[in-house]
């Protein structure tokens, strides 16, 4: 999964994000703020299940047409489960009832645009020519609860890509595409929320020369 517009809020000033929303395959971001220093060290993560109800929602999702509308309206709840999994790493995560309002830190929100299974028997052929892939798409919207502002917004698309019949830890080859396309795109937001998220640099004992 990339992020492939964002839109960030900071103190000095707000920034966007140069790159279309359809340009799925753009990682870059450019940005032009005052001082740019951005919301980070929520008390509190709240989870609100994305909208689905405007998403396509086709490929291999189902047994059966008649089991597609349970599917997609399970979608939901289930990548908010991965999206509470991944964000408990930053903060106490907890995902929000319908009657619920959260009072002091972070409320993510966002709504699916495009949630495609693929095709098993595309990808077994002729996976590695992206035959079959899967693909997600995804809008995400972050808002510091305390300050009454959007602070993260941004567009996500990914999906099984060149995968083939094997699959990876990542990508389910013949399996159904779409858990684990919703993993990790739970994953990507966790990483792109995260300052030094692979711990880059640190180490246990040090002796630096004067």
Known sequence: MYVTRTE??????????????????????????????????PRAIYIRPFCIDTAVFKGDEALSDGEMPIRKAITPVEFANDLKEQLEKIAPARILKDTETPRTGWLVVGHFQLVDGGSPLGRFFF??????????????????????????????A????????????????LGRATHFDLVNAAERIY?????????????????LPE
């Open 158 to 173: 990914g999906g099984s890509r060149f995968q083939g019949r094997h699959g990876t830890v990542r990508a389910s080859g």
């Open 191 to 207: 990483l792109t929320l995260s300052a030094n998220p692979y711990r880059y640099g640190e180490r246990a004992n040090v002796s």
């Open 8 to 41: 960030v809020a900071t103190p000095g000033g707000r920034t966007a994000g140069a790159i279309d929303a359809k340009d799925y395959g753009s990682k870059g971001v450019h940005m032009i703020t005052n001082c740019g220093v951005g919301a980070s060290g």
């Open 127 to 156: 996976g590695s020519l992206s035959v079959g892939r899967s693909f997600l798409a995804l809008h995400v919207r972050i808002t510091d609860v305390d300050r009454a502002t959007v602070v993260y917004e941004f567009d996500m």
